[in-house]
């Protein structure tokens, strides 16, 4: 099973600032099977990045994807007061998993 | 537009069984893989099945092997997954999720969850 470790855990930060979230895969990862998804208190998560790199419909391109064998990242370049939510990686190349979560809150 | 509307809330005594269905609308049911993710109070997302509609052919996490149960209704257009042997751990939301029409991801679609409580 490929595990993937997201850091950090959380990430404290103000509205305007740029957020770098890393997810790490224990084994190499085709671009093609890593996403990033966002999630909400009460939601059920939400699609942003595919293919490492290709913004789901509808996502602002403040959000972008990066990254390639074992390590990917996902970078806010401008957090807005929506952004504030766990973040997800996740692999679907050998079976499916999803990292821990990396959670962004307001500071 | 695309929907997936999930059954609803359950409250189930420890070693019973749970079933939670899932019906998509809005797209070609069987074009997509379906995918089931739960999530503990609290805690990340776990994916734990995975069935392709055409044929009903279905993939596990190792961890549920034996204990869930993945199938699919073509005359109805609905999936349902079937967990089994119910402890207090297996309390959480139940989502379904479309995947892709070759592979299992990504999931661009999400049903509202179900909340399965499992309590004495």
């Known amino acids: 099973e490929i595990v993937l470790t997201q850091s950090p855990g959380t990430l404290c930060l103000s509205p305007g600032e740029r957020a770098t979230l890393s997810c790490r895969a224990s084994?190499?990862?085709?671009?093609?099977?890593l996403a990033w998804y966002q999630q909400k208190p009460g939601q059920a998560p939400r699609l942003l990045i595919y293919?490492?790199?290709s913004r789901a419909t509808g996502i602002p391109d403040r959000f972008s994807g990066s990254g390639s064998v074992t390590d990917f990242t996902l970078t806010i370049s401008r957090l807005e007061p929506e952004d504030f939510a766990v973040y997800y990686c996740q692999q679907f190349g050998s079976s499916l998993t999803f990292g821990g979560g990396t959670k962004v809150e307001i500071k | 537009q695309v929907q997936l509307v999930q059954s609803g809330a359950e409250v189930k005594k420890p070693g019973a069984s749970v079933k939670v269905s899932c019906k998509p609308s809005?797209?070609?049911?069987?074009?997509?893989?379906m995918n089931w993710v739960r999530q503990a109070p609290g805690q990340g997302l776990e994916w734990m099945a995975v069935?392709?509609?055409?044929?009903?052919?279905?993939s596990y996490a190792q961890k549920f092997q034996g204990r869930v149960t993945v199938t699919r209704d073509t005359s109805t257009s609905t999936v349902y997954m079937e967990l089994s042997s119910l402890r207090s751990e297996d309390t959480a939301v139940y989502y379904c999720a479309r995947g892709g029409t070759s592979d299992w991801g990504p999931s661009d679609y999400w049903g509202q969850g179900t909340l399965v409580t499992v309590s004495s």
């Open positions: 084994q190499s990862v085709s671009s093609r099977y």
């Open positions: 293919d490492a790199s």
């Open positions: 069935i392709y509609p055409p044929n009903g052919g279905t």
């Open positions: 809005g797209y070609t049911f069987i074009n997509y893989y």
